[in-house]
């Protein structure tokens, strides 16, 4: 039997099953093939800088505490007490010597050891094997150049290799200068939308900015490039899409070399002042001026915002948006970053509001039985995919709106929702990306999208299929 995901995806024909965003069957899916099967965003260096200094984060729903050790290392294990299972932790970051649960008092490491709890000497008295009740470590932990991520599958490739061509990008963002990035804010928001209406935005959508974000644009870029006032058109603009085969995308504006001005003039002119120094650190000059995803949920953007977006069920969304700076930039440009990021990005902010109307609003319409069975149109820029072109490694799209990276990601998680070991993935996820091979005389069949979209229970592969 074939899987019903096969079906509800497919990277050939252009097409996505608007109930991959809605039914709770496909959540619960999510939360072990995807969650517990990829690299996760956990914290950032300058977020731990004491030994015993603490975050809380999550990894899917599965909240986890990334801790500084003694040795300078950094360690992460579940947030759950081997005791009754409540929160071991309590605090969203600090710093301590150890974590004691605030239910029964059983006590643990920074490892997340346990080493004490009350009444230990009479309440057990033939006695307990404590290092058998460690909490639930993370076993695998990889650091990026100061960011570090998370994985709870031990056969999943190390990080670089995972990221891939990708780091090129990447690199745009956390490597452009000299001292590196810190973390100075943050904000956390509930959003009533499904977490891949997010993570599909920055790793592929640009074109939405034109229609979405016009007031936004043009209140502060006026004369920018997009929107002619005169004729009140939309000019095409020049840029780039670049995709990679574990589902990691993104897309910038303008060419090679060329700046397009952040709204944040202040950083815009220390960073011509540092140019230099960002062209030799880089090779050449970077673009960064748009957005970029590393599946399944670490997001950054042109003006410095870096987010993740955490599951909470098929219909909502727990976003946390940090304002990194450069770290040796003068204060006053760091406070402008910050500003910017609060005016455009920011709960309240002006691009953010846009956007969360949007996801909101389609996730509403998803409530209907009818809706759900929608195929929804992933067909936009018919350019082919090009490989290693004018210098951007690995696969791109020469140009800034396509859907190439969204279909990509979607066909990724397609193969993780399946279940396909790290093994085959590694196999199935070479050579030439399905996107490319592109069918244009198929058209979506809206009975074929009904019917893949009925939820029948029969949406995974059985034992006996
Ligand atoms: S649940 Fe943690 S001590 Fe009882
Ligand atoms: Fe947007």
Redesign the pocket.
Known sequence: MMSRISEMIDPVGGFVSGAIFADQQIYEQELENVWQRTWVFLAHESMLPKQGSYIQTYIGEDPVIVVRQKSGAVKAFLNQCRHRGMRICRADRGRAKSFMCSFHGWAYDLEGNLVSFPHESNAYPEGIDKSKLSAIKVPRIENYKGFIFGSWDETIPPLEEYLGNAKYYLDGYLDRYEGGMEAIAVHKWVLPANWKFNVE?PTS?MQ??EI??VSAVEALASGSDTFDRKSGRKKVPEGRQFLSPYGHGGAFFGKRGEEIPNTAPALVDWENSVRDKIEQRLGEFREVRGHMNVFPNFMMLGNYTFRVTHPRGPEEMEIWSWAFVPKDAPEEVKEAIRVDIMRTFSPGGM?EQ??AENWEEMQHILRGAKSRQTGFTYNMRRLPVVYDDDGYPGQSTAHVYSDNAALNMYGFYRDLMEGHSWEELKQMRQGVPEVDKRDFTRVMDPETAAAAAQSDGAYFPTADS
Do not use: G, Y
Request: proline share 0%.
């Open positions: 935005q959508d939405h900015s979405s974000h691009f846009d956007d």
